[in-house]
């Protein structure tokens, strides 16, 4: 097992420790659907590029944690399975994250763990920046039963990642305040076309 250095993404530094248990990744048939819904998000404008990487992060379960696209990654670049990276286990308190594969998580990976972890019948969690969110945070919340964080707080951090998941609760989609989105559901399909839904909904209002 191997401890990598402090990551970063878009210019921020990542708090969680790296290690990790093995070179190669996990070969998962739903890799081929997050290659797909990796693509959508990047011709729809819901990962677009900041600093030279998507802004953006997409996951599905797995049954020994979750796969997630790793950090610093395009999503509209070629991707293949093994560019993903599989979270085998965290440890909050340390915050440690332990990986199957060559990459490193994205600096999310903790918030799309404690969503896992609360809500058994999450399959995938898919999440994504789009001002125009933002800007109808309110509409949003009401047509779409959706969540709001109570706070614009430094994404990979502790605080983001238990504050997130605490204000997603049952709901199925949540506005990250000064940050983004998340959207999250039974399968990648669900996840992502409830994405759509409020994109094409928030382009609508202009």
């Excluded at 959706?146 to 949540?174: H, M, N, W």
Aim: charged share 25%.
């Amino acid at each position: 097992m191997t401890v990598e250095p402090e990551n970063r993404e878009c210019g921020l530094r990542t708090k969680y420790v790296l290690k990790r248990r093995d070179q190669a990744a996990n070969y998962y048939p739903a890799s081929a659907d997050l290659i797909r819904w990796c693509k959508i998000f990047d011709e729809e404008g819901l990962a677009p590029v900041e600093g030279g990487a998507s802004a953006g992060n997409l996951s599905f379960r797995t049954p020994g944690g979750y796969v997630i696209t790793p950090t610093r990654s395009r999503l509209k670049a070629n991707l293949d399975w093994r560019q993903f990276v599989e979270v085998v286990r965290e440890d909050l308190s340390a915050f440690e994250i332990h990986v199957l594969g060559e990459r490193a998580p994205s600096s999310d990976a903790f918030l799309h763990g404690r969503i896992y972890a609360v809500r058994p019948d999450v399959a995938a969690v898919f999440h994504g920046h789009d001002e125009l969110v933002l800007k109808h945070a309110d509409r949003v919340a009401r047509e779409f039963d959706a969540a709001v964080t109570p706070s614009a707080t430094l994404f990979g951090t502790r605080l983001d990642a238990e504050e997130t998941a605490q204000a997603l609760g049952e709901k199925a989609y949540i506005i990250r305040k000064g940050h983004g989105f998340a959207a999250v559901g039974r399968t990648m399909d669900a996840a992502g076309e409830l994405a759509l839904r409020v994109r094409r909904f928030v382009v609508s209002l202009g």
